[in-house]
């Protein structure tokens, strides 16, 4: 165990391979670097190389329990734990067999959770300040939301005049409001022979209390993660020939925000695409979670489609905005703005130079992942190769010239580009539930699933939206995470996909059907009397896509 290391950030990524720590792990290390350069930050992290799963495999002789070659092998072990099918976790029993891995590993995994989690110099704040101030820890020992926060730097100025300069209390109320940590995946299969988009678990845990069963619930999690459902079904239909299932892990610090969404909208995230054309596509933190798409051009925006869908929170605070938050019932969802675009836009074309320049890493990035937090900042949190770039730079490609009386309609934001032509399927109406906004499937199962796609080869799907898990012979009902994966799965002819703007989450299935040349259009509307939602199943319909805009026909 004493060769077993982790590798923290700031490390130089040249001495690593992607079978040691994966590709993304390696761009993430680049990016540690490079924020000396760039005016972006990168969130503490350590990674956990695939060298402790192996010792682990070989430790626990886990070759001769898990034996699984196919989707049915795992499916198989999912009938027999009678348990909730989700797709992106492995089966209990194969994660039973991973329950002891933080245990193991404890005395170099502990120290490391405690100092990127934010617990060790809280700790020995806490020590510091407790002597200057005894009675502080009394208000400060739980989470605090934005008001509270505020509240106790107006009494402590008042109580301690001393206070504006005093940068261990201010240090030590900034920390308290940490938002944990994210475990993410990070297996030497993506960018080899596939890219793997969103196949492989990230899970989350707690921070501002720190416990180890959380971080080895979490760790479970994504060190499995190769052996869920999606991951095999993922490898099946593209034919990957490499099936390995090590995994590396990657421990960072989540950005920080509000706990109580229903006070505030406080991180956008999303990703900056650079091919040519700049591609910014981001979205608001929930309640509205939804999908803005800009494009740039040189120092132009050509292309900006914001939604203009309300959300409905009592309390609504724009991170970008200088004026005091709306005290309005509804309110626009907002919008990044568009100096800001441009200058992570320019910043993003200089960034990509400078990694080529520097012949660090062994594949060429053109995608960033960033987050900005409740304090304005940009962090960015993924450097990884650009697929699927073919929506990119296609101003010049126009629509078909269909007549009027044949368009269906034309309010559509295009995430592919192509056409296609199939059968019409409306999965939107089964919901039954007027107050979800199309968020469940009423008594939809997973069997009848398949049989629309059985009955509907090549079809053309409408969905509103994928809000769905999945069990066995259970009602299609679940978690965000899970229901575009579950619909992926059970649609393997579809050739069309239709989404209503209604809170819809892609996790990467936008790469995903981009590479299987599924045409995929969202609309601009989350109206139940949209025209689409008046065609009957099995009508032959036409779904052309340039890039930007798309138009639903009569063929």
């Known amino acids: 165990m004493d060769d077993l290391k982790l590798v923290w950030a700031g490390a130089d990524p040249s001495g690593f391979s992607s079978d040691e720590i994966s590709n993304k792990s390696l761009g993430l290390l680049e990016l540690s670097l490079l924020q000396k350069e760039f005016p972006f930050i990168v969130p503490g992290f350590f990674v956990i190389p695939t060298s402790f799963y192996s010792d682990y495999w070989k430790k626990h002789e886990l070759g001769a329990k898990i034996q699984v070659e196919s989707l049915d092998d795992i499916n198989d072990l999912f009938r027999d734990s009678q348990g909730m099918f989700f797709s992106s976790l492995a089966p209990p029993q194969i994660r039973d067999f991973f329950k002891d891995f933080y245990t193991d590993y404890k005395a170099v995994l502990e120290p490391a959770f405690l100092q990127v989690s ?6 020995e704040h806490q020590e510091l300040v407790s002597r200057r101030y005894p009675d502080f820890l009394k208000v400060t020992e739980r989470p605090m939301d934005a008001d509270e926060y505020q509240e106790l730097v107006t009494d402590f100025k008042r109580r301690f005049p001393t206070f504006d300069r005093d940068m261990i209390l201010r240090r030590i109320l900034w920390e308290n409001t940490i938002d944990g940590c994210l475990c993410r995946s990070a297996s030497p299969l993506e960018g080899s022979e596939d890219p793997f988009p969103g196949v492989f678990n990230s899970f989350p845990f707690e921070g501002s209390n720190f416990e180890e069963s959380e971080a080895s619930f979490a760790l479970v999690n994504v060190l499995t993660s190769s052996f869920s459902p999606y991951a095999q079904f993922y490898m099946e239909n593209r034919n990957v020939s490499d099936r390995r299932r090590e995994i590396a892990g990657i421990v960072q610090r989540r950005v920080r925000h509000f706990k109580d969404f ?7 995230c999303g990703t900056i695409e650079v091919a040519g054309n ?18 740039i051009e040189n120092s132009d925006i050509v292309r900006y489609d914001n939604k203009d869908a309300t959300v409905g929170v ?11 938050p709306s005290e309005i019932k509804h309110v626009p969802r907002p919008r990044i703005g568009d100096e800001r675009l441009l200058r992570m836009a320019a910043m993003s074309r200089k960034l990509v130079g400078r990694i080529r320049e520097r ?9 960033f992942e960033f987050v900005i937090g409740k304090d304005r900042l940009l962090r960015l949190v993924q450097a990884r190769k650009l697929y699927g770039g073919e929506r990119h730079n296609h101003r010049e490609r126009l629509l078909p010239d269909i007549p009027e009386e044949r ?11 192509g056409d296609c032509r199939g059968p019409f399927v409306n999965i939107a109406k089964y919901n039954t539930d007027s107050n979800s906004r199309g968020t469940n499937f ?20 409408l969905v509103n939206p994928f809000q769905f898990a999945i069990s066995p012979d259970k009602v299609l009902r679940g978690k965000p995470e899970e229901m575009g994966k579950a619909f992926y799965m059970l649609t393997p002819r579809k050739r069309g996909l239709i989404i209503f703007n209604t809170d819809a989450t892609w996790d990467h299935l936008d790469t995903v059907y981009e590479l299987d040349r599924v045409m995929v259009g969202m609309l601009k ?4 009397n949209h025209p689409l939602m008046k065609l009957e199943d099995g009508v032959e319909v036409g779904l052309c896509l340039n890039g930007r805009d798309g138009v639903v026909y009569r063929p």
């Open 407 to 417: 368009v269906i309609c034309r309010d559509l934001v295009a995430h592919t580009v």
């Open 262 to 268: 229903a006070r505030g909208i406080s991180t956008f």
């Open 359 to 367: 012949k660090k890493l062994k594949f060429d990035p053109g995608c």
């Open 525 to 528: 509307t989350s109206d139940s």
């Open 118 to 123: 934010g617990q060790k110099l809280l700790r």
């Open 314 to 324: 009592e309390r609504y605070e724009n991170p970008f905005a200088t004026d005091s």
């Open 278 to 295: 700049v591609v910014i596509k981001y979205s608001c933190a929930r309640p509205g979670f939804t999908e803005c798409y800009v494009e």
């Open 442 to 461: 009423g008594n939809l199962t997973a069997e009848d699933v398949r049989k629309l796609d059985e009955q509907y080869p090549g079809a053309v799907y």
